[in-house]
């Protein structure tokens, strides 16, 4: 059973930076992707970050040259690095990793972003 913990949300300012965290309880490499989705109120789920197995990374338009995703894989966790943050980017955030036919979440940290 794949567990992914994440951790890091929180409320902060807008132009404020935060950085969320994803443990995985089996190696980030066994994954075809592994990133992060965002789900605001009223709103559907979309996705804001993902790295591949391999280097190649894709990024929500609304996020580029702001969020960046990381990953290490001695600790089995994927980051994200949330920067220059505005109200639009509040949402509760989810880790998510794929493999062949499979599809698992983490149960989400809120990111309040307000003044």
């Known amino acids: 059973q794949v567990q992914l913990v994440e951790s890091g949300g929180g409320l902060v300012q807008p132009g404020g930076s935060l950085r969320l965290s994803c443990v995985a309880s089996?190696?980030?490499?066994?994954?075809?992707?592994i990133g992060w989705y965002r789900q605001a109120p009223e709103k559907q789920r979309e996705l804001v970050a993902r790295?591949?197995?391999?280097?190649?990374?894709n990024y929500a338009d609304s996020v580029k040259g702001r969020f960046t995703i990381s990953r290490d894989s001695a600790k089995n966790t994927v980051y994200l690095q949330m920067n220059s943050l505005k109200p639009e980017d509040t949402a509760v955030y989810y880790c998510?990793?794929?493999?062949?036919?499979?599809?698992?979440w983490g149960q989400g940290t809120q990111v309040t972003v307000s003044s």
């Open positions: 790295v591949f197995s391999g280097v190649s990374t």
């Open positions: 089996q190696s980030i490499f066994s994954f075809s992707a």
């Open positions: 998510n990793a794929q493999s062949i036919g499979r599809n698992y």
